[in-house]
């Protein structure tokens, strides 16, 4: 039974113009000859230099000499073991040298696509049948990077998208790294991540059951140093280091609106970009509730699943996820637990769907097989797209499949509400396939969504079309869910 799906006639694309103020470092040699350089010009070079940048950048970031001094700052070891005296120079000096360790980055030049949405805590000053949400995308730039963005917008009664005029600037969060670590679950992570076991045991085995992050940091980068370093002990140790980088918290400036807050690749477990976030609206059995996402970390050779946290998209708190099931990508958590337990979809193997519960929102064992692929359209996987939607009926998972030419589609499977493992229905078409024109794109032939909400009886589905922008379809829930009960 194919269920009727209106696509709407919004857009949203990259904007090149979109841009953050990132570290730029040329190597150490290259970087020492550049600050010798500067160090040659007098104080009114320096002025004059330093003012014309700031009369070219200053109106397309906030506070950019606060960046400049953040980058220069970054490169003091550096400057300082050229014997020179930082504590004499002169602010001016020191923030020119940041500039040059500055540049400006497109954020969403090249995309921005597999969108996720969830309910804003805020729902006042309201009509009836409105809904105030907050969307958030993958967005890539020059070299493939990714990063995660956000749109505020209302969907009105008739489920017509009403997005929110974005900000002038581009705002990176403040950065405070995890301090104290538990020995026993860091090693257990290394071991999930299958990093070479006599390389751990050489770094970790004098450490206590608690360390503290610079001790491991300290000890991690004086071996780093070895000139005759293997390369299999560097790629093993710099694991180590990436991951114990991985926990941290972000702040925004309360002055920033949300369209300019942007999660840019922070730790070495994500220098070549965070991917797939698939937000979520959690509601504990207290009655508490906060945004979570799982996203993917991918450093350029391994990849990281990890979990954001927040209660009022300031505040974030990243870490990663432990366990034989916190492997490969696709983890999406449920709305709420499950007699008492955390419940998470995941893709472990790369092909099926797989369900599992925990005490821990972190720690993730004992994956389940849910669903193989079944039909023509999704032959070559399966997976879902975002976390599952709780209905009267049963929990709806909107799922993707994979068949051929690589062709994404998006479909839809119904489970039972206190044993999610048990399948009510699933769709035997495509709930949602590339039409003509959504072909064309950075990756050709794919629709995908990472979640999506209900609203006045409706599926409000935001999806990406070919990798390289975003829109969004609505589905009659009544319909859809009639046609889910009658497929089996």
Known sequence: MRVSVVRKNVKLLPDSKRVVARYFMNGQER???????????DEKQVLQTLEQTLREFARRHRNISAVFFRHCERIRPIIEGMEIDYEAMSLDRKMLIGSYCTMEYAIESAAIFNPSIVEDFDQTGLEMGEKRVIISFRATGEGHISSIVFRRAILDRD?????????NHIDQAEIEHKTLFNKERFL??????????????????????EFEFAVLKNTLIEALKDPLIREERKVALEEILWLANSFYDLQFKH??????????????????????????????????????????????????PKLISTEDFYSFRVMPLHGEGAQNKNLALFPRKIKGKYAMLARIDGVNNYIMYSDRVTQWNTPILLQKPKFTWELTQIGNCGSPLWTE?????????????????????????????????RLTEPLLSPSEDEREGYVPNVVYSCGAIIHNNSLILPYAVSDYCSTYAVVDMVELLDALRKSK
């Not at 489920?159 to 900000?167: R, V, W």
């Not at 840019?264 to 991917?275: A, H, N, T």
């Not at 797939?276 to 391994?302: E, K, L, P």
């Not at 909107?398 to 509400?417: K, P, Q, W």
Request: charged share 25%.
């Open 31 to 41: 970087t020492q000859q550049m600050v010798l350089r500067i160090m040659m010009l």
């Open 159 to 167: 489920n017509n998208l009403h997005i929110m005029k974005i900000g």
């Open 188 to 209: 257990t992570k290394l071991y999930e991540m299958h990093t070479t076991d006599k390389y751990i045991a050489q770094i970790m085995q004098d450490l206590p059951e």
């Open 255 to 304: 002055d920033s609106d949300i369209t300019e807050r942007v999660i840019f690749p922070i730790s070495d477990s994500e220098s070549r970009g965070i991917e797939d976030a698939r937000f979520v609206r959690f509601v504990d059995d207290n009655g508490s509730d906060r945004v979570m996402a799982t996203y993917t970390a991918y450093n350029g050779h391994t990849i990281l």
């Open 393 to 425: 009926e049963g929990w709806l998972v909107i799922t993707h499949g994979v068949g051929t030419m690589r062709r994404y589609c998006i479909g839809a499977s119904l489970f039972d509400l206190d044993d999610p493992s048990k399948e009510i229905g």
